[in-house]
Each structure stands twice: as C-alpha cells, then as structure tokens.
C-alpha cells in the first residue's frame, strides 16, 4: 500500500520492488500448483481416510512423490491440530532434510518458517510455543522429548519418515511409541518410507495396512564399467565431463559421493578443469551438500538451473531418498557409503567407507528419472552387482556404540532392556560393553541400576561423556572451579569441522605461538573472540568462520542454561572462590576431560601410541596431523608425552586419533578414574 498510484513514475527502488513481489507472486502460484500435481495428491481422501480409519498406517511412496512435504499439511487441512490444541510432528533422520523441507513447507504453507511451521534439531529450536503446528525434527529430538513427556501428550499425529533408514533413534521411536499407542488411542502414527522396507514394519505393528502411492518413475538406463575402477573420484569426473560435452541440454547430473572432504576435493577440481576448458564448453553450476555445509548454502542445490548451464550436485547419501532435487537426469555412482561399525570387544566404532547395498544402488539410479528418461552410470562391474553387494543396508542398531540409548532408555524407566520392542535386536556383547561403559562414567551403579550423575548426564543435550566433563568441572574437588572453560572447550568440540576457513595450523600462528593441547586452543579462539566483542573483522582476520562461532556461542548458552538449571553454577562459583591461585587450571581442565572420556586415552610404549582397551591390548595409533600435539612434536621437537587424550579415532588409511589433549603425569588416570586404570 505504499507503492505510487497509476501515472505517476516509479523510482528504482520501487519498481524493484514491485518485480520482486510480482516475482514472489508467480513463485507462489506455481508452487500452489506443483503441489497438485505430485504424486500423493491423487490419492488425498483415500489416504485420509486410511487414517481415520487406523491408529497405525505405513505409507510407501517413491522418493519425490510427496510423502514429507504434503501429507502432514493434509493432516494439519483434516483438523489433526484442533486449531491449535495439538501438534503434528515429522521425524528426519537427517538434520539437513529437517531444516530444508520445513523452510519449503513454510512456503508453500505461505507462513514464516518459526511459526506454524517450525523445525527442532539439536541446538537450534526453530518453533513459537503456542503457535508452531507442524514441526519437523531429528528422530534424535523427538526421542529426547520422551524425557520430558512420556506419552507425547502435545501431539495428535507423529510421522515417522524415512523410516526405512533405519537409524538407532528411529528404530529406538519405534519401540516406545509402539508401548504408549493403547494408552493414547487419539494418536496416529504414520510410518513412511521409500520402496523397500516395508513389510517389516507392518510385521511390527500387528500387520497394519500398508497404504502405496504409486509413483511414476521414467525408465533409467543403467551402464557399469567393465572392470573395478581402482580411483572413483578420477572417474567419477571423466564421467561428469563425457557426460557434459556429448549430451544435450537441460539434464542435471547427480554424483552420490561419501563425505565433505570427497565432496569438497572433487568441487576444486571440476571448477580447476572447467575453468582451463572456458568457453569450449557450456558452463557448470556446481553445487554440493552434505551435512556440515553451513546452512546458508544448503538451499543452493535447490535453485533452478540457468539456461544453457548444466548442474552438477556433489551429493552424500542425503540425497538418495531425504532430499529431491527436480531436474536430474543423469547419476554417477561410485557405490560406496560411509558407515559407522563398532565393535564391542575393542570398543571402538569406526567410520568406514563400504560397498552400499543393492537397495541403495537401485534408490540412487531412480533419482534419475524423475523428470524423464534418464541414464545411470555405475562406477563398478555388473558383475559386483550381481555377486558382491549386499541386498539391504544393515541398520544402524546393530553397528553402533548403544551407551547413550540404553542411558536414555534406563532413564525413561524402561528396566527390562532385552525384551524391549527392538525390530532388530542388537547382540549381548554390544549390550555388555555398554552397561560396563556406562558403569565406568559413573552413570549406573554396580547393581546395573541409573545413578543420579546418570540422570543429570541424560538432561544435557550432548554425549553423557561431556555431562560428565561439564559435571566434574563444577563439582568434582579434584577438578573444579573450571566449569565456564569446560562449557567454551565442550561447544567448540561440536563444531570443529567447520571452524577454519584455510588450515588450521594458519589459524593457530595468527592467534597465538604456545598451546599444549586442541582443546586450549579452541578455548583460546572463543576467549579472544568474546574479549574483541565477538567480532566479524576479527573471524575473518583470523580465518575463522564467524557463522561457526556464532553456533558455538549458541550451543555454549544452552548448555549454560542446562548447567544452571542442574545447580552446576553455584557449584563452580563456590568452587572457585575457594581456591586462591589459578595456576593448576589447566591441569584440572585435563582431569575434567578424563573423568568423561577415560575410555579414549592412548598410551606410549616401545612402539609409539596404543589405546588401552583392556581386551584388545590396545590399537596403535598416529597423531593426526592437524592436532597441535603433532605440530608441538614435530615443529617445536617437544618431548612425547607418556599419555594423550583424543576426541576423535579416525581409522583410514591409518589410525588417526584428532582433538589431542596430553596428559602429562600418568598418576592422572589413576586418580581421576582409579577403576578404570588400577
Ligand atoms: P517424498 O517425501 O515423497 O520423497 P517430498 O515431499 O520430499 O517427497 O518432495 C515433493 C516435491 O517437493 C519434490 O518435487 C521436491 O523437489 C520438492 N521439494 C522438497 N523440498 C524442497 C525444497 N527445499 N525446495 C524446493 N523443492 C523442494
Ligand atoms: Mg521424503
């Protein structure tokens, strides 16, 4: 209403504006009329009657189709909130799709994202109490919201999406909703999932219907190489250029790679290529996403691709069912997926990059033909195909490190773990080692049953091991009056993967010359920060990400506030005003450390580091090289400590322990945490 009547002329800043809005009008219609045409509209009044009619309802859909962005707004159109009363909640297990389809929903709903339609993952609550109706969340969240209310009492509906993933927290969801569904009849549970699956879940729920959008789906030529491809990566990138320069335009082209590091290399180089190649070829637009890319960026693989530009989206497994992107005509798929895999003997869960099931191979050759006929090109042979990949990926329950579930699960009183609804149940050895772990941190007592520290670790929103670091550091005499450093050292721990802009070691010279340990170091980055009013020159000054540390300052208040709620604070105040000289800070911040994580303390012998399980004799490991602890060792030829504390065990080419803190007497361990090093 502020723009000029008719006749009279426009200044520049209006009429921009006046095209934005034009712009933003028909980006609306045609997003109300996308909406239409997915797949799931069809069968709208079918579905929400199959709702009506069951308390449980699997839906299966092919990826794209419309499962997580229209269905809970059918729900919300169908009067499941009760203007208002009730909730509908959406579970992800990717922080990424959370973030990203509640931004599109808020869009399409034509509301502020934060409002009616809001997303929680860890550390950012992006909801109005009172006001938020549709919420999309980590499965990670909404398991966490058992602690606080045992039968989800604020929703009417919860869908369970992706269920096919089958992560720890989805399969651990399933369980307890499965438990607290006769006592709230009101309460649908939708489970959806991709095209593979989906029998079992019916089997859990007593053979609830399973209800199938049909999808359509193009034909997707499949080619294989003829023999193994010793370097994917080299090509992967042959592929994306033969691919460029001989076919026609539009056509995206979508390369499924296994982290950040794949993903960022292989970007370098295709910009390095096309840009000695220049205008002989037609230009690229290369977009990438996985999950640490900071946020901002994410949107990018979204945005429509130019004319006479072909796209190109480095993609983690992300995108093999979480995220759609229209457009994609072409899949490179080398066939391999980053997994974790622990094992209880040696207690030590690894990241390994392995093979990916035939499930998933054949989910990723379908992103190709959404749009139309599209082509596939495995890196691998036909004959790997048929002969070596597994049939289904194996579920997260059943490679992983399970202590802070069975915490979480002992802490919402479920006493009788072995007979909980698992869909799979995990092995007795994993289980074991968990209990022991949880017993060594002091979380249950020797009775098996959960200690008070137990209860109060569960109340942060982070490992139970940094509970305990940021529980010691305030109470424990040994090593208390340390609490504000150990809650700057414990944020900054979440958020090392994306703190630097260059290297890290161009930070540390910058910043300053003499620190013994990472974790000093990233206390350090935060003090100066804080001390220069947390500054955007002085990120930039310093090759530090400014969004990064924003996060970290965001992270450090809630945990300040979980401290402060817990009685920690006062704790620590009384803590350090009993004590008179400051000298041995650093000294009890290593112990703080060790109370939480005795289990990651490598130790030196004859022939370098091991790590000291006490039933495997310990793994030999390398000190990664962009730890401060390798630098003090080989720039400034510090003498080797007897023992280091690690954050991090990266086995790759060879075992890397990252974030390193030394401690320099050995008498540490067995004062600290005697049952464990006596
Ligand atoms: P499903 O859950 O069945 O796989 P979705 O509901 O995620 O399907 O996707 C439906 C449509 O919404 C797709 O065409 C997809 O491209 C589009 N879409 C989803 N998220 C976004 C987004 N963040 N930006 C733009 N389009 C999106
Ligand atoms: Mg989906």
Not at 283 to 302: D, H, K
């Amino acid at each position: 209403d502020e723009l000029p009547e008719e006749g009279e002329t426009l200044s520049t800043e209006d009429a921009r504006l006046l095209e934005e809005l034009e712009r933003e009008r028909s980006r609306l219609l045609s997003i109300q009329e996308t909406r239409k045409l997915l797949p799931v509209y069809q069968y709208r009044e079918p579905l929400l009657k199959a709702i009506r009619d069951n308390q449980v309802l699997i839906i299966v859909g092919e990826t794209g189709s419309g499962k997580t962005t229209q269905l809970p707004q059918y729900l919300i159109e169908d009067g499941y909130t009760a203007g208002g009363k009730y909730q509908i909640g959406v579970t992800q297990p990717r922080r990424v799709a959370a973030t990203s389809v509640a931004t599109r929903v808020s869009d399409e709903m034509e509301v502020i994202l934060g409002q009616e339609v809001g997303y929680s993952i860890r550390f950012e609550d992006k909801t109005t109490s009172g006001k938020t109706l549709l919420k999309y969340m980590t499965d990670g969240m909404l398991l966490r919201e058992f602690l606080t209310d045992r039968n989800l009492t604020k929703y009417s509906c919860i869908m369970i999406d992706e269920a096919h993933e089958r992560t720890l927290a989805t399969d651990i969801l399933l369980g307890l909703i499965k438990d607290i569904l006769p006592k709230r009849k009101d309460l649908k549970l939708l489970i959806s999932s991709a095209t593979m699956n989906s029998k079992r879940f019916s089997e859990f729920f007593n053979d609830c219907p399973i209800f199938t959008v049909p999808g359509r789906r193009f034909p997707v030529d499949i080619h294989y190489t003829l023999q193994p491809e010793a370097n994917y990566i080299q090509a992967a990138i042959t592929t994306i250029f033969q691919i460029h320069t001989t076919q026609k335009l539009p056509g995206d082209i979508l390369v499924f790679l296994t982290g950040q590091e794949e993903i960022e290399s292989m970007r370098e180089n295709l910009e390095e290529i096309s840009q000695k190649l220049g205008s002989r070829i037609k230009q690229l637009l290369i977009t990438p996403i996985y999950a640490n890319l900071p946020q901002e960026q994410q949107s990018n693989i979204f945005q429509k691709t130019p004319k006479d530009c072909r796209k190109i989206v480095l993609a983690t497994n992300i995108a093999e069912t979480s995220l759609t992107i229209d457009g994609i005509k072409y899949v490179i798929d080398p066939g391999f997926v980053k997994e974790n895999s622990y094992v209880p003997s040696s207690n030590i869960t690894q990241l390994l990059t392995v093979p990916c099931s035939k499930a998933s191979v054949d989910q990723r050759a379908g992103r190709a033909g959404r749009v139309g006929p599209g082509k596939c090109f495995r890196l691998f042979t036909k004959w790997s195909y048929n002969n070596e990949l597994e049939m289904m990926p194996k579920p997260e329950i059943v490679r992983t490190n399970l202590s802070h579930t069975i915490l979480l699960l002992l802490s919402l009183g479920v006493k009788d773990l072995l007979n909980f609804p698992f869909l799979d149940k995990p092995s007795i050895p994993s289980f074991t080692k968990s209990l022991e772990n949880l017993y060594i941190l002091g979380a249950l007592n020797n009775k098996g049953d959960i200690t008070k520290l137990g209860e109060m670790m569960c109340e942060f929103p982070c490992e139970p091991e940094f509970g305990k670091v940021l529980y010691s550091s305030a109470i424990d005499e040994r090593c208390n009056g340390t609490l504000s450093e150990c809650l700057t050292i414990v944020s900054m721990l979440h958020e090392t993967m994306s703190l630097f802009i260059g290297k890290k070691k161009e930070a540390l010279s910058s910043i300053m010359s003499e620190v013994e340990s990472d974790h000093l170091f990233y206390l350090e980055i935060y003090n100066q920060w804080k001390g220069v009013g947390y500054s955007r020159t002085w990120c930039q000054d310093h090759k530090i990400q400014f969004k990064t540390l924003l996060r970290v300052k965001n992270i450090r208040n809630q945990l300040f506030n979980c401290c402060k709620k817990l009685g920690l604070i006062d704790k620590d105040k009384e803590a350090l005003e009993s004590r008179s000289n400051d000298k041995e800070k650093n000294s009890r911040i290593t112990k703080c450390f060790i109370s939480g994580f005795a289990t990651n303390v490598a130790k030196l012998g004859p022939t370098g580091y091991r790590t000291t399980g006490k039933s495997t004799g310990g793994l030999s490991i390398s000190i990664h090289p962009s730890s401060i602890v390798f630098q003090n060792y080989k720039e400034k030829a510090m003498k080797p400590y007897k023992a280091i504390l690690y954050q991090q065990l990266m086995l790759t080419s060879k075992e890397y322990i990252r974030d390193c803190i030394p401690v320099p007497e050995e008498s540490w361990l067995t004062e600290m945490m005697p049952h464990v090093f006596k």
